[in-house]
């Protein structure tokens, strides 16, 4: 038996220590081995404490949060398959790099492998996907206070290093009773020190931006190539180099430069323009990768082997970063240190020229397509009426599989887009809403999300969170009754390709949202979806638009877009 008090004493310290790092918000999910830590953690944080029912949804809706605030999220769990449920979540906080603090509640070490009710083991449940383990024994007075201060310190940094950012997991075994009086315990305890403080990390730089450097200045016919960046800090920085650089440049839609119409030698439509290979005399000398992974596998082409470019890849990531084997120096530094680098050396105009030519052929093709379709309510016409109308005060979230890459697409460029978010470290269609939840909790400020049917479905009971958003979140649900991706794919010719790939469904939404409460509207036009849109960016609270599409005509519509495209392209020598 541990004196409870003791216990409520140790998970205070632990918790005002992480709250003096910089954790604001912490998401609870209820459960009664966690009662010590649940109890102290709204004596500290109050109203930013959230809880959830579930916990992958739970997981996601912190991970959301972190994403959005750029500061760990805590969460707090109970024992047993509590715990495992946080194992998606976690995947993709590893490979975003986002930072989470798991505090998961375990049974003590006499209840180990005895068959005890709700007793997994969970030392080190997520394996590699957590970037570290620390366990903390049932409460004992021959331990100081000033030792919880140092393990949650030790835990914040696992969790926030620069450039290995991810989730870390506390696991805390604890004795009944949990507490000794209903009353006493949802109060700070006595006797418990100060936070410590610790100096601020700084983020890696490599010693070969000198290499960086002499490549720049010897280069003519250059391609910048800018992937995901995580936070608008590094976005900034990334766009004050490219500017300077002054090379044809290829955004990704996470990289925030994707819609950024003042930037010379910008590849708007970067992906389609490639849909036709580039000729010999469009071949650059050097092609550099600032920052993270890409939507666009006709983009990412660009970094496969090449035997004429120079290929580097620059990223804050201490992660291996090569997908297809073309990178020939990778280079860990921030884009922020970018930015010290002097260029010189002027580009070939001709080079410049053919490049910008092509893509203004891909943008009158494209303007030209949709204008005659003005009404359609389609896929690609629904993202690109998105990436025009999303208020600049909002974030976009676009979900995985078809929203985000029909963005890549068809987004067209605006001088005041919003920021845009996704979970594109593991690219699961897992806790989509439970993560725009958090985002939208995390900032509080307007969010919209573009999501997929399967994915809707996939995360249904989150939107049991979305009531609890203030702001402004519309959440457009394009619903195509299945998988409409791989109608894209060569598998759809397949003789089981419903019952395996296209998996329909025929469900609706209106009766699920309304049963948890939230706005629902089906507009049928393009006309009436930006009507019905602009009253839900307005409106406080979560607003639910349900599109309808059709698979078969959505596949249709692509392969009819980039016809067109390709043969704008066919007219260039």
Same mark, same amino acid.
Not at 12 to 23: D, E, N
Not at 71 to 79: A, L
Not at 130 to 146: F, M, N, Q, R
Not at 504 to 530: K, N
């Given at each position: ?48 404490? !959230? ?6 949804? @739970? ?43 798991? @505090? ?14 709700? !007793? ?18 049932? #409460? ?40 000794? $009086? ?11 020190? #100060? ?23 010897? !280069? ?8 995901? *960046?995580?936070?608008?800090? /590094? ?46 005399? @469009? ?19 660009? *970094? ?19 997908? $297809?084997?073309?990178? /020939? ?8 240190? *970018? ?46 009426? &998105? ?73 249904? $009971? ?26 894209? *794919? ?13 998996? #329909? ?48 005509? $959505? ?16 007219? &260039?020598?």
């Amino acid at each position: 038996m541990t004196d409870p008090n003791l216990a409520h004493r140790w998970a205070y310290t632990f918790l005002r220590q992480l709250q003096s790092l910089g954790v604001q918000r912490v998401f609870v999910a209820p459960g009664s081995r966690s009662t010590v830590l649940a109890l102290q953690a709204f004596t500290i944080f109050g109203e930013n404490l !959230t809880t959830h029912f579930d916990e992958r949804g @739970l997981g996601f809706l912190a991970l959301g949060a972190a994403k959005a605030c750029q500061r760990p999220s805590c969460v707090i769990t109970t024992s047993g398959t509590a715990v495992a449920n946080l194992l998606p979540a976690i995947i993709e906080a590893r490979y975003s790099h986002v930072p989470l603090i798991i @505090l998961s509640a375990d049974r003590p070490p006499e209840m180990q492998q005895r068959g005890c009710n709700q !007793t997994i083991d969970q030392r080190e449940i997520f394996g590699s996907h957590a970037l570290a383990y620390h366990e903390i024994c049932p #409460p004992e007075e021959t331990v100081s206070l000033s030792e919880l201060q140092t393990w949650a310190i030790s835990a914040w940094r696992d969790a926030t290093r620069p450039g290995n950012e991810g989730a870390v997991q506390v696991n805390w075994m604890f004795r009944e009773p949990f507490f000794t $009086n209903e009353s006493a315990d949802a109060s700070p305890p006595l006797d418990t020190p #100060p936070p410590l403080t610790i100096p601020t990390a700084t983020p890696p730089t490599s010693p070969d931006l000198e290499t960086l450097k002499g490549i720049i200045s010897t !280069t003519t016919r250059g391609i910048c190539v800018v992937g995901a *960046l995580e936070t608008p800090d /590094q976005a900034a920085a990334a766009r004050s180099f490219v500017a300077k650089l002054d090379w044809i440049t290829f955004a990704d839609s996470l990289s925030q430069l994707r819609q950024d119409n003042q930037l010379k030698g910008m590849m708007t439509y970067g992906d389609m323009s490639l849909l036709a290979s580039l000729p010999e005399d @469009l071949q650059p000398d050097t092609i550099l990768h600032i920052g993270g992974r890409l939507v666009s596998k006709r983009i990412a082409t660009l *970094l496969a082997p090449s035997s004429k470019a120079k290929i580097v890849s620059v990223s804050s990531s201490i992660d291996y970063f090569n997908p $297809n084997d073309g990178i /020939q120096t990778q280079i860990v530094a921030t884009p922020r240190a *970018l930015e010290k680098i002097a260029i010189s050396t002027p580009q070939d105009p001709r080079f410049q020229e053919s490049l910008i030519e092509r893509t203004s052929k891909v943008r009158a093709a494209m303007e030209n397509f949709f204008a005659q379709h003005e009404d359609d309510l389609s896929e690609p016409a629904l993202l690109r009426a &998105l990436s025009l109308h999303v208020p600049s005060t909002h974030t976009l979230m676009l979900g995985n599989s078809m929203p985000i890459r029909d963005f890549e697409m068809f987004a067209a460029a605006r001088g005041d887009a919003p920021r845009t978010i996704a979970n594109r470290g593991a690219s699961g269609i897992d806790g989509i809403i439970a993560t725009a939840c958090g985002a939208a909790l995390g900032r509080e400020t307007p969010l919209t999300l573009v999501i997929g049917d399967l994915s809707t479905l996939h995360d249904i $009971n989150s939107l049991s969170l979305a009531r609890s958003v203030r702001t402004p979140f519309p959440i457009i649900i394009i619903n195509n009754d299945g998988g409409g991706i791989f109608s894209l *794919l060569p598998v759809s010719k397949t003789e089981h390709f419903e019952p395996l790939f296209g998996t #329909p469904h025929g469900l609706r939404f209106d009766d699920i949202t309304r049963g948890f409460g939230l706005r629902y509207t089906a507009p049928s036009s393009m006309e009436e979806f930006l009507r019905t849109y602009q009253s839900a960016a307005n409106h406080c609270g979560a607003s639910v638009i349900e599109v309808s599409t059709n698979r078969l005509s $959505n596949a249709d519509l692509h392969r009819a877009i980039s016809k067109e495209i390709a043969t704008s392209l066919s007219s &260039l020598r």
